[in-house]
């Protein structure tokens, strides 16, 4: 597999077609969860599209946010996963990514992101601890999460 990160300049029309595709994809169509995917955040997100190949298919993607504010938190999120490419920690990869990015370009701020209910054991690995009630978006229960700093780097590396 490989990856890169993508500022949304650097995007071409073509890559920006495939993101969408691939997030409506799943998100969307594959989740039953009909939510404005079209955000406008992707403008000041970086992007990280994972391919099969160099010049491959997309099976995994997410973007990463910067802290809106000095002092405010990072996030992430839109995270999908291929489901021929699902089982194989390709999830877990991502978000490892997100983090040590983040991480790097802003080292003191905390992670806050909206995660599917679900999933708050495996975000728990990374060191996230869910704030709040469980909340509807899209049809689908979602929980607020914090990672707080510093981070446990041991749990991006279980």
């Known amino acids: 597999m490989h990856s ?6 650097e995007l071409t029309a073509a890559a920006l077609y495939e993101i969408l595709a691939f997030r409506q994809g799943i998100l969307v169509v594959e989740q039953a969860s009909a939510y404005p995917d079209l955000d406008f955040v992707d403008l000041r997100a970086l ?13 995994g993607y997410l973007r990463t ?11 992430f999120g839109r995270i999908v996963v291929a489901a021929e490419a699902r089982g194989r920690g390709l999830g877990a ?14 080292p003191a701020a905390e992670v806050v992101i909206g ?9 728990g690995r990374f060191g ?6 469980p909340y509807d978006d899209g049809g689908i229960e979602h929980i ?3 990672l707080r700093h510093p981070w446990n780097r041991t749990a991006l590396t279980r």
């Open 4 to 9: 890169r990160w993508y500022r949304f300049d």
């Open 47 to 59: 992007h990280l599209l994972v391919t099969d190949s160099p010049e491959g298919r997309l099976v």
């Open 65 to 75: 946010m910067a802290p809106a504010e000095a002092g405010g938190p990072a996030s």
């Open 93 to 106: 990869t991502l978000v490892a990514a997100a983090l040590d990015r983040l991480e790097r370009e802003h």
């Open 115 to 123: 995660a599917q209910a679900h999933l708050r054991d495996f975000y």
């Open 128 to 133: 996230f601890t869910p704030e709040g009630a």
């Open 144 to 146: 607020h999460m914090r």
